[in-house]
């Protein structure tokens, strides 16, 4: 099954019960043992709707990049600083789902496992907020996504800059840095 096939609505239920035992349990309880027992299926019929493991994650990928495309079109919508809005929009995302964060972002995709349109509409976005700045928007996913995994992990220590301060001080300098415009044609 091709990343952009419309799933049929007993793989979508498989791919929703698999969103909630990620969120639960973390990757690793991601089993497809414990994700038929939750469906009701024996897991090797979970292989007559995904052909691995890893087309199934690339399809709980596609959702979250689905999902982090929404939320940064609602954050560029009306913005006056689109640059604060999209990162803010990331961090929310991260926090309110870690796990498909980390699997959408720890290991590498090649584009056939996901759906293309949903990874291009995130980037470009993306592009958006950073004036089209194609280095400018790679140093600010970079930076988001690494600010991102450090307060997931907790590590930053006590007694210095809370996280917030952090990502003002971060994202203002990266506006200082990069164009707010589209690069002329």
């Known amino acids: 099954m091709d990343a952009s096939t419309q799933l049929s609505a007993r793989a979508r239920e498989i791919v929703d019960v698999a969103h909630a035992l990620l969120e639960?349990?973390?990757a690793?309880?991601?089993?497809?043992?414990?994700?038929?027992?939750?469906?009701?299926?024996?897991?090797?019929?979970?292989?007559s709707h995904f052909a691995n493991k890893q087309e199934l994650e690339?399809?709980?990928?596609?959702?979250?990049?689905?999902?982090?495309?929404?939320?940064?079109?609602?954050?560029?919508?009306?913005?006056?600083?689109?640059?604060?809005?999209?990162?803010?929009?990331?961090r929310?995302?991260?926090?309110?789902r870690?796990?498909?964060?980390?699997?959408?972002?720890r290991v590498p995709w090649h584009e056939?496992?996901?759906?293309?349109?949903?990874?291009?509409?995130?980037?470009?976005?993306?592009?958006?907020?950073t004036g089209g700045d194609i280095v400018g928007a790679r140093v600010f996913w970079s930076f988001c996504y690494g600010l991102c995994e450090l307060e997931l992990a907790d590590r930053?220590?006590?007694?210095?800059?809370?996280?917030d301060e952090l990502w003002s001080a971060g994202l203002s300098a990266l506006?200082?840095?990069?164009?707010?415009?589209?690069?002329a044609a």
């Open 24 to 26: 639960e349990e973390g």
């Open 28 to 47: 690793d309880g991601l089993s497809t043992r414990r994700l038929a027992d939750r469906v009701g299926i024996r897991a090797p019929s979970l292989y």
């Open 58 to 90: 690339g399809a709980l990928v596609s959702d979250g990049l689905r999902e982090l495309g929404d939320r940064f079109e609602a954050a560029i919508s009306g913005s006056d600083d689109p640059v604060v809005d999209v990162a803010n929009a990331f």
């Open 92 to 96: 929310a995302f991260a926090q309110a």
């Open 98 to 105: 870690p796990h498909l964060f980390r699997l959408m972002y």
């Open 112 to 129: 056939t496992q996901l759906d293309p349109e949903a990874e291009l509409r995130t980037r470009r976005f993306i592009g958006q907020a």
């Open 156 to 163: 930053f220590p006590a007694g210095g800059p809370v996280v």
């Open 175 to 183: 506006k200082a840095a990069m164009p707010m415009s589209p690069p």
